[in-house]
């Protein structure tokens, strides 16, 4: 005897109205409750500079400025940023002029594989915001949340420090830089 079994229909999930500035220009956007800021940025704003890496809060490729402020977009619902500024990576040049921090991961070849330099970038910008750190060692430790799996660490420190006018763009002496290794 044939059984048949009826599909259950699932319930339409219920979605809620938020408004976000994302790079300058406003997005009304109808969002799950379970949504991150990370997957709205990519799969409904279209903006895919901003990378998925661990989608744990481990790595930092997610990292955007949220209010000025920099945080990990894979940790943060959608819902929660409701009426903020967001910036990503393509939002940080202005029009054809690249932002210095940009032109100084250029000019110090900061990056390999470039996964990780949106989140740097971003990182970094919060970072000088923030105005903490002020010497390279420093700025290591406040970078830190920001991995590199191709090790560009060294370049990386000395793009920040050039923009930032450390006169020293040397390692610590406790904690020198092995091109090719991942610091401490
Ligand atoms: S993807 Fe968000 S911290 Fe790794
Ligand atoms: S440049 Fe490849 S992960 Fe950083």
């Given at each position: 005897?044939?059984?048949?079994?009826?599909?259950?229909?699932?319930?339409?999930?219920?979605?809620?109205p938020?408004?976000?500035?994302?790079?300058?220009?406003?997005?009304?956007?109808?969002?799950e409750?379970?949504?991150?800021?990370?997957?709205?940025?990519?799969e409904?704003?279209?903006?895919?500079?901003?990378?998925?890496?661990?989608?744990?809060?481990?790595?930092?490729?997610?990292?955007?400025?949220?209010?000025?402020k920099?945080?990990?977009?894979?940790?943060?619902?959608?819902?929660?940023?409701?009426?903020?500024?967001?910036?990503?990576?393509?939002?940080?040049?202005?029009?054809?002029?690249?932002?210095?921090?940009?032109?100084?991961?250029?000019?110090?070849?900061?990056?390999?594989?470039?996964?990780?330099?949106?989140?740097?970038?971003?990182?970094?910008?919060?970072?000088?915001r923030?105005?903490?750190?002020?010497?390279?060692?420093?700025?290591?430790?406040?970078?830190?949340?920001?991995?590199?799996?191709?090790?560009?660490?060294?370049?990386?420190?000395?793009?920040?420090?050039?923009?930032?006018?450390?006169?020293?763009?040397?390692?610590?002496?406790?904690?020198?830089?092995?091109?090719?290794?991942?610091?401490?």
């Amino acid at each position: 005897m044939d059984v048949h079994i009826k599909a259950a229909h699932a319930p339409a999930a219920t979605t809620y109205p938020i408004s976000l500035r994302i790079n300058g220009q406003q997005h009304q956007v109808e969002v799950e409750a379970w949504v991150t800021l990370l997957d709205l940025l990519r799969e409904r704003a279209g903006l895919t500079g901003t990378k998925k890496g661990c989608d744990h809060g481990q790595c930092g490729a997610c990292t955007v400025l949220v209010g000025g402020k920099r945080i990990n977009s894979c940790l943060t619902l959608a819902v929660m940023q409701n009426g903020k500024e967001i910036v990503t990576v393509e939002g940080l040049a202005d029009g054809t002029r690249l932002h210095p921090l940009q032109q100084a991961f250029i000019d110090h070849d900061a990056f390999q594989c470039g996964y990780c330099t949106p989140g740097q970038l971003c990182s970094a910008i919060g970072l000088l915001r923030e105005g903490e750190a002020r010497t390279v060692a420093e700025v290591r430790e406040l970078m830190s949340g920001n991995v590199c799996r191709c090790g560009a660490y060294p370049q990386i420190v000395a793009a920040v420090t050039g923009v930032m006018g450390l006169a020293d763009h040397k390692d610590h002496p406790d904690r020198p830089a092995i091109p090719g290794t991942v610091p401490a």
